[in-house]
């Protein structure tokens, strides 16, 4: 239970006034820790608590993060961008982070259960997608979600997806993690009839230019319910898959 939450059930039981109430909710929204400004009302607005971007940022300073973020009841933190030595030095510090190296990100805390029956279905388009489908599956794990991983699986051999089709149709959302041509989000598009989420990575040849002849080719999709992320983006997909699939969950469990 978050705090806002816990504060108006106090409120409700008369266990505390509503000038309390109202002091306590008045209260910063972040903590200013001089090299950071730790979002604590991030979630209380989306409904995810604040990610922590790893990349550019010292252990010592990402462990102070995490101790805000722990000090105000955070149970799961994702760490994106996360390199094996800085992981490695975390725990010298004293967070215990789970490290997942094909993604290059730290979970520290325990990843919740999945909320309700819809799954995302995560598709890579060869086994060198694998880290950024990795990003993406991770992330979409922490906001409490379902994952399937369907991995190498392109348009190469076409027959390999097909294989899944039961899968691929049962899925409440699509992430498609392809380099190369990119085909493999209209493929999936063409099939399944929810949202799929494209991600283009740098995964390719020369003329391949990091991944931009893939987000080309997942922007002019001819499969209608495409949308796409930037390069290499999977926490990006991840995020967004999930908060499709909370809406779905949502109203089903309303039906």
């Given at each position: ?146 994952v399937s991983r ?43 009839d929810c949202p ?60």
């Open positions: 239970m978050n705090d806002i939450k816990q504060i108006l059930q106090n409120l409700r039981d008369h266990k505390i006034s509503v000038d309390d109430a109202y002091l306590k909710l008045k209260e910063k929204p972040f903590e200013d820790i001089g090299y950071a400004k730790v979002d604590l009302h991030r979630k209380l607005r989306q409904g995810v608590s604040e990610v922590i971007y790893g990349a550019g940022k010292t252990p010592e300073q990402i462990a102070g993060i995490i101790n805000v973020m722990k000090s105000h009841h955070e149970k799961a933190i994702l760490i994106t961008r996360l390199s094996q030595e800085s992981a490695d030095k975390l725990k010298s510090l004293g967070c215990e982070i789970d490290y997942h190296s094909d993604a290059k990100a730290g979970i520290y805390g325990k990843i919740p259960e999945p909320k309700g029956k819809n799954f995302i279905l995560v598709a890579t388009g060869g086994t060198s997608d694998i880290p950024v489908a990795e990003e993406a599956a991770l992330t979409a794990e922490v906001l409490g979600n379902k369907l991995y190498d699986v392109g348009v190469a051999g076409l027959h390999r997806a097909l294989s899944h089709i039961d899968e691929i149709m049962s899925a409440s959302v699509i992430i498609a993690v392809a380099g190369m041509e990119g085909a493999l989000a209209s493929v999936l598009g063409g099939l399944a799929v989420i494209a991600v283009p990575t740098s995964v390719g040849y020369g003329a391949s230019f990091g991944g931009v002849a893939a987000l080309l080719a997942m922007l002019n999709s001819c499969a209608s319910g495409v949308s796409v992320v930037n390069i290499d983006n999977g926490f990006g997909a991840g995020y967004l898959a999930g908060m499709i699939n909370a809406i779905r969950t949502e109203s089903e469990n309303h039906d």
